[in-house]
Nanobody, 115 residues
């Protein structure tokens, strides 16, 4: 059973930065495209950024130029560097594969952008 554990969220002012981390209980990163998803209150979960096993990245238009996804297969960890944060980035952030695996959803990490 794979477990994904997200961390690094918190409260930050608009324009600030956070770095999220996602660690897996066993190595799946070398097999799958990994992604960060987020879900804001009252909204559907959306894919924010993804990274293939070869390192190719893709971003939602809303975060392009502000967020950077990276991965360390040796550490079974995927990261999301978030800069120039906006109030509309407020959400619970999750990592999962692409396409997502229902059994891999973790608790997520809350990101709140507010002054």
């Amino acid at each position: 059973q794979v477990q994904l554990v997200e961390s690094g969220g918190g409260l930050v002012q608009p324009g600030g930065s956070l770095r999220l981390s996602c660690a897996a209980s066993r190595s799946i990163f070398s097999i799958y495209t990994m992604a960060w998803y987020r879900q804001a209150p009252g909204k559907q979960r959306e894919l924010v950024a993804s990274i293939t096993t070869g390192g190719r990245t893709n971003y939602a238009d809303s975060v392009k130029g502000r967020f950077t996804i990276s991965r360390d297969n040796a550490k079974n960890t995927v990261y999301l560097q978030m800069n120039s944060l906006k109030p509309e980035d407020t959400a619970v952030y999750y990592c999962n594969t692409v396409p997502y695996h229902r059994g891999y959803w973790g608790q997520g990490t809350q990101v709140t952008v507010s002054s």
